[in-house]
């Protein structure tokens, strides 16, 4: 069945470094289009990078920009979020899916950025 198991979340120290990982299995990872999400406490879950199938677009939001990284590696089914440069309001609770035609969600990673 489909699955997405996200990894790699952490307690950090503001400034700090993160690298989180999502493998997937059960459908043609190379044919999909993937999407980092968060939700922090208290709010929705909000979209934080996308990647296109082959790897060659990314996106991102305004608030990650310049920190954050989206990479692949379709013989791996994985999607990376390399983070950098943390800030207290990254915490939140970090998922990955297809970027259209959504599967069911992972437990995600908790990421947490406190002195």
């Known amino acids: 069945q489909v699955q997405l198991v996200e990894s790699g979340g952490d307690w950090v120290q503001p400034g700090g470094s993160l690298r989180l990982s999502c493998v997937a299995s059960?459908?043609?990872?190379?044919?999909?289009?993937m999407t980092w999400y968060r939700q922090a406490p208290g709010k929705e879950r909000m979209l934080v990078a996308s990647i296109s199938s082959a790897g060659l677009v990314t996106n991102y939001a305004d608030s990650v920009k310049g920190r954050f990284t989206i990479s692949r590696d379709n013989a791996k089914n994985t999607v990376y979020l390399q983070m950098n440069s943390l800030k207290p309001e990254d915490t939140a609770v970090y998922y990955c899916n297809r970027r259209v035609d959504s599967v069911s969600w992972g437990e995600g990673t908790q990421v947490t950025v406190s002195a």
């Open positions: 059960g459908f043609t990872f190379r044919n999909y289009g």
